[in-house]
């Protein structure tokens, strides 16, 4: 073997003995640690350099208050070597006694001490140096000493000022949100970590929805304290004292229990939760904070509650409750529909304004039985009539008013179901157009302060029957409130979109088909619609009475909530099944039945021959319509109710086609409809004698032709 083949075995066996080496020193514990201590700097290089400048200044400082001005070259060299050992020193302790390991934005209490051990290790340093003489420069000790209780305020004001400027900048674009959206106010029980935790999120957060108007503790003493900025309004054990702070202050859209209901007064938290029930509050609870879940986890198929509120894709919007209750407050109250979800909630609320008394119509036995049943039990106090009744009896109706002789009415009585109403529209006109014509009536002649009509959107550019005779009841309350000279009672209407929730609706729909399986019945992917929750219908309803009558708005005014952008069925059904715990297609699918009659794509709030203006109401705009005839309105309501009560369907069409502009044109049924020149002896005597004068109605702005309004109805006696 040759001498240059030994030397390079030798040589791979010592590189090879080597590698080992090097690579421990490369992975040991020492450059791991090295490795992390350069990563800290350079994530925070300027609060590095920060702490340098702030620390020069501590030293210059500290020099001047026990030295004076430096005189002289030696003045001169002792201040700057005392600054370039101090910077030096800092170099190395600073990122050593981890004041570079914490993010600068959860600055706290252990930063402080970060910044204490530090600044107090480079002078302990510094002052063990000049007395060894291991530096040439001599300080006084005073100096190191001042420097130390320099340093330490500025070096860890300088990491809070950081984050309080990180709060600010969020909190400022959190007021500039909150200029143009109404943000939900939550009355938050406990305080407890949770609760800590919660309340600094919302503060850190931007575009929360949230707006904490108060705390209730779990013990009594902490009334009028303050946890963080939001006040302690009392104990859940002092149930009267919170309502009272409510009453006072600002009602909750929503109550948040921060901690399990367990660690509550078992007591309290039912008294609690009776009164938030009983005031339509929603109560909610925060999710644990140590609760964690697999993306994928395999669990059982099951099904979570959905609140309406979820599905908004707004924040509901906020009411006046102080002028509410001025208006409720002492007033005799009608209700009519007051079984239904929005005349029940209606009822709870006007009910929480201390009326002086509560009457209540329904022709439902059942459901006026549960409207009042609730009542008693929420309301003991106040002082409640119940009736069954069909707003189509005119006689029942005028009876049940001479009696009780109401302040406010409102009226919220009306058959809804646009393919039901579709298929009988002569039970639709008697409800929506007779029955709302009885009750505005009834109202006019006992002279009360104002009635309230409930409406729809599908009223607007009205393609079904249903939305033809809520526009119809629309017209003859405007009517009224322009025209009426018998008494001065108010006459306004409120136009709702579609109420989430309320029976029959598409919610519950949605909520039945999903706890059986699935499908979700959509009629058309692009079908949309406005929505609202039932407390926002109730709340504009309240505000639009209060509006009317305390600043005497427009005659004939409609008003109507800015409910922001459509939201398109399909979207909400997949929105509906993922708050449910199940993906949309895989667990429940979504099945698409084509529409039904009378159904549009797309509904409007406001009608193209209307003009909207404010009202005075936050979130809320004023349509008024061109003007009709109380006259006319009179007879077209006569005119229908005689057609409706023979059940005659195609003239019950045509008649509402021209009334309502737009409203079936292109009907078959409507073109079609015999033209009819008298009526049998023995069906003649069924109508009215009020339709007399059908004979000599004139021509107005939606005028009936005069081929339709003449000679169709002859009254024998």
Same mark, same amino acid.
């Given at each position: ?45 300027? @609060?590095?350099?920060? !702490?340098?400048?702030?620390? /020069?200044?501590?030293?210059? &400082? ?6 004076? /001005?430096?005189?002289?070259?030696? %003045?001169?060299?002792? #201040?700057?070597?005392?600054? #370039? ?80 400027? *990180? ?18 106010? @939550? ?5 407890? &970590? *949770?609760?800590? #935790? ?35 309004? %009392? ?15 600002? $009602? ?39 609760? &964690? ?24 919007? $906020? ?138 959107? =599908? ?9 033809? &005779? =809520? ?33 029959? *609706? ?55 909530? !800015? $409910?922001?952008?459509?939201? =398109? ?81 195609? $003239? ?66």
């Amino acid at each position: 073997m040759s001498f240059v083949s030994i030397r390079g075995n030798r040589s791979n066996r010592t590189n090879q003995r080597s590698e080992p080496a090097v690579s421990g020193l490369r992975n040991g514990p020492t450059a791991q640690y090295l490795r992390r201590i350069f990563g800290e700097l350079k994530s925070h290089k300027r @609060l590095a350099v920060s !702490d340098q400048i702030l620390l /020069m200044i501590s030293f210059c &400082t500290a020099y001047l208050l026990q030295v004076g /001005m430096p005189v002289g070259e030696a %003045g001169y060299k002792a #201040l700057s070597g005392l600054i #370039l050992y101090g910077a030096a020193a800092s170099l190395v302790i600073f990122p050593v006694a981890g004041m570079y390991r914490r993010h600068p934005k959860t600055a706290s209490i252990p930063d402080a001490l970060s910044s204490f051990t530090g600044v107090a290790i480079v002078i302990g340093i510094m002052t063990i140096a000049s007395l060894s003489g291991m530096i040439s420069i001599q300080p006084h000790l005073g100096t190191l000493i001042v420097a130390f209780f320099i340093a330490m305020p500025l070096l860890s004001g300088s990491r809070l000022a950081r984050r309080i400027g *990180s709060r600010y900048e969020t909190v400022l674009n959190g007021e500039k949100r909150a200029q143009t959206e109404n943000r939900i106010p @939550l009355l938050l029980v406990g305080t407890g &970590t *949770s609760c800590d #935790l919660y309340l600094r999120a919302l503060r850190n957060t931007s575009d929360t929805e949230y707006r904490p108007i108060g705390i209730v503790d779990s013990v009594e003493d902490s009334k009028g304290l303050f946890f963080h900025d939001i006040p302690i309004v %009392g104990s859940v054990r002092d149930i009267d004292a919170v309502a009272d702070w409510c009453t006072r202050k600002e $009602m909750p859209r929503q109550i948040v229990l921060t901690e399990a209901p367990s660690q509550f007064d078992q007591k309290a938290i039912k008294s609690l939760v009776e009164w938030a029930e009983g005031r339509g509050i929603a109560i909610r609870k925060l999710a644990g904070l140590c609760e &964690t879940f697999e993306l994928e986890e395999a669990q059982p198929l099951k099904t979570l509650e959905v609140a309406p509120d979820d599905l908004l894709q707004r924040p509901a919007r $906020m009411c006046d409750h102080h002028r509410m209750a001025r208006l409720i407050s002492g007033a005799r109250v009608v209700v009519t529909g007051a079984g239904g979800s929005i005349g029940s909630e209606l009822a709870r609320q006007i009910a929480a304004n201390g009326p002086e008394s509560l009457l209540l119509l329904d022709h439902s036995e059942y459901n006026l039985y549960s409207v009042t049943k609730d009542l008693a039990h929420y309301f003991p106090e106040v002082d409640r009539h119940s009736e069954i009744c069909d707003i189509r009896d005119k006689e029942r109706v005028e009876r049940f008013f001479q009696q009780h002789k109401p302040d406010i009415v409102f009226n919220a009585a009306a058959l809804k179901h646009v393919p039901i109403v579709e298929k009988n529209p002569c039970q639709g006109v008697l409800t929506n157009v007779v029955g709302t014509r009885n009750v505005a009536e009834a109202a006019l002649r006992v002279n009360a302060k104002a009635m309230v009509q409930i409406s729809t959107d =599908k009223a607007v550019n009205a393609s079904s029957v249903m939305g033809a &005779t =809520k526009r119809v009841a629309e017209l003859y309350c405007a009517g009224l409130d322009r025209e009426a000279r018998e008494s001065d009672t108010r006459f306004m209407t409120v136009r709702f979109g579609n109420v989430l929730g309320s029976s029959g *609706s598409l919610i519950p729909l949605f909520k039945e088909q999903i706890a059986c399986g699935g499908p979700l019945t959509v009629t058309d992917p692009r079908m949309e619609r406005f929505f609202m929750t039932i407390r926002e219908a109730v709340e504009l309803t309240l505000m639009a009475s209060a509006n009317g009558v305390e600043r005497q708005t427009d005659k004939g005014s409609i008003f109507v909530l !800015d $409910m922001g952008e459509p939201i =398109k069925i399909i979207d909400l059904a997949e929105r509906m099944i993922r708050l449910s715990g199940m993906e949309p297609g895989r667990d429940i699918a979504i099945k698409i039945i084509g529409t039904r009659p009378g159904e549009k794509l797309f509904e409007e709030l406001f009608d193209k021959l209307e003009t909207r203006s404010a009202c005075g109401i936050d979130g809320v705009l004023s349509a008024a319509s061109a003007s009709v005839s109380l006259a006319e309105l009179r007879r077209w309501a006569d005119r229908l109710e005689a057609f409706a009560r023979l059940q005659d369907r195609p $003239m019950v069409l045509r008649t509402l086609q021209d009334i309502v502009p737009g409203y079936g044109e292109s009907a078959d049924e409507i073109e079609n409809a015999p033209r009819r020149n008298d009526l049998p002896p023995e069906e003649a005597k069924a109508v009215p004698l009020s339709n007399r004068h059908f004979a000599d109605a004139p021509k107005g702005p939606f005028s009936i032709g005069a081929d339709l309004l003449r000679n169709k109805i002859v009254v024998r006696h």
